[in-house]
């Protein structure tokens, strides 16, 4: 009886010994055990939720989308690479001869400077000055000369204003058939003031097209085509009165300039 | 024996300068940047359907028709007649003037109204080229330079002009386009502030041309619309 105890509780030691001798080699084991008592529990969530996410799956399939979050690295999708020209995080200097294409009056000749800064390849800001000269056309002085006033005449003499400038459109053009020539297309929706000659400033909404062709990575020939819209304060006699009276004159200008355009820094490809 | 070959041999050591240091590109006597044209215009014809403004008439009704032929000798050289047929009657401040708005009277209606504008022109196209607007969509265009000469019609006399200017086409097909023209015309014609055409110079009705001074006008023009090429 006495041995058959001792037997027992050898044994029982000796199983517990082993139990813990296997724990430590395999620490896990322990929750593998846990693991094991919940999975009865478990499964069948797990089980749903691979469900939910097949039929989604297939769904997205069928209707032949793709999931955006798996393209992550793709994202930056650049059609057209390595631009001859590119403007993005670059600032442009714009110079040139303006000419006022729609004054029947007065000659409007002048010069027009411009700074910008190209956000995107697409999306840019640009602050400008032009200054005109002013001198008149031979009915003006044909005018005069019969004692027709025309002090009611708007004439401007100098714009300051800032634009968005958008460049949606890129091409490529042959010059003679011999080089190929790089160009973008922008339009410009702007907002400035306009000094004309009787000492008013006139708030002016206006509207740019240009284009850039590009002669270097950084030296670009540039026209742009502004229309400005505003209303002009005006002193004018009439048959009636010998005072000049003041009043309003809806006046459009449409403004054509030539120059170059220097970007910088150095561009940088993508 | 075979070592003697070997023995023979020397080894040739060249200087920096002596070496080639930049690559070259053959260049080519007549290059040709576009082999394929998709709008070709070589010996073809365009037909020009336009609205036409003269931007800088001062007295006058400056809207009207313009039709424009051209024919294309080569992909640069060719020949164009340009028509711009005008509405007649006074403008926003010919009108004015007439009323008395400008401190006193005075009636442009009274001379005679330029009529129509038709000139030859020699037109050189320089640029051709093309643009994507979209994924699916290019467009072709062609930039080109022209001068020419003409006349211009006064209800009852003609005038020498002479222009030059720049006319730039997009081309959604090989057969048709959009057309924009900015031309700079100078022409004679009778100068309308040389009589007092008003109750003070005693002229009430309309003058002829010859009763007014010439005098040289310079004026900016701008057709727009469509052509069509055949």
């Known amino acids: 009886m006495k041995s058959f105890f001792q037997i027992l509780i050898f044994a029982l030691s000796m199983s517990l010994i082993s139990s813990m001798s296997l724990a430590q080699d395999n620490p896990e084991s322990v929750y593998d055990d846990f693991e094991l008592e919940l999975e009865p529990i478990n499964e069948p969530q797990k089980k749903s939720v691979k469900k939910k996410k097949r039929v989604a799956k297939r769904r997205q399939a069928k209707r032949g989308k793709v999931n955006s979050l798996k393209l992550d690295p793709y994202k930056d999708i650049v059609t057209l690479q390595r631009k001859y020209l590119p403007k993005t995080e670059r600032f442009e200097l714009y110079g040139s001869f303006t000419y006022g294409l729609n004054n029947a009056f007065y000659n409007n000749i002048g010069a027009h400077i411009s700074a910008g800064y190209y956000f995107t390849e697409k999306l840019g800001i640009e602050a400008s000055y032009e200054f005109l000269l002013d001198s008149e056309r031979e009915i003006t002085k044909g005018l005069e000369k019969i004692d027709i006033d025309t002090r009611s005449l708007v004439i401007p003499e100098s714009y300051y204003g800032v634009a968005l400038k958008w460049a949606p459109i890129y091409g490529k053009l042959a010059w003679l058939n011999e080089q190929i020539l790089h160009f973008d297309f922008y339009i410009a929706p702007s907002i400035g003031m306009t000094q004309t000659a009787i000492g008013g400033s006139e708030l002016t909404y206006g509207f740019s097209m240009g284009q850039n062709f590009a002669i270097s990575q950084s030296l670009a020939v540039r026209w742009d085509l502004r229309v400005g819209l505003y209303t002009a304060e005006v002193e004018e006699l009439t048959a009636n009165s010998n005072t000049p009276v003041r009043s309003s004159s809806p006046t459009e200008d449409v403004l054509f300039s030539v120059g170059l355009s220097y970007f910088l820094p150095e561009a940088k490809y993508r | ?230």
């Open chain 2, 1 to 230: 024996m075979l070592g003697a070959g070997t023995a023979m041999a020397d080894t040739i050591k060249l200087t920096p300068e002596e070496l080639s240091l930049e690559t070259v590109l053959p260049v080519f006597e007549y290059p040709a940047v576009v082999k394929n044209r998709r709008v070709p215009i070589k010996g073809r014809f365009e037909l020009g359907l336009m609205a036409g403004f003269i931007l800088t008439e001062p007295l006058y009704t400056n809207t009207g028709f313009a039709l424009s032929g051209t024919y294309n000798f080569t992909e640069k050289h060719g020949v164009n007649l340009f028509g711009l047929f005008l509405s007649g009657g006074l403008s926003a401040n010919g009108e004015r003037l007439r009323k008395g708005g400008f401190s006193r009277e005075f009636d442009p209606s009274l001379a005679p109204f330029l009529e129509n504008i038709i000139l030859a022109n020699y037109v050189y196209t320089a640029y051709y080229g093309k643009m994507s607007l979209s994924k699916k969509l290019v467009v072709n265009l062609s930039l080109s330079g022209l001068a020419g000469l003409g006349m211009v019609g006064y209800e009852d006399s003609q005038f020498l002009a002479m222009q030059l200017g720049v006319s730039q086409r997009f081309f959604f097909s090989k057969h048709w386009g959009i057309n924009f023209d900015i031309r700079l015309l100078g022409h004679q014609g009778p100068d309308p502030t040389s009589l007092d055409l008003s109750s003070n110079g005693n002229i009430t009705e309309k003058q002829p041309s010859d009763a007014f001074e010439e005098t040289f006008f310079l004026k900016t023009t701008l057709a727009a619309g469509l052509v069509i090429l055949f």
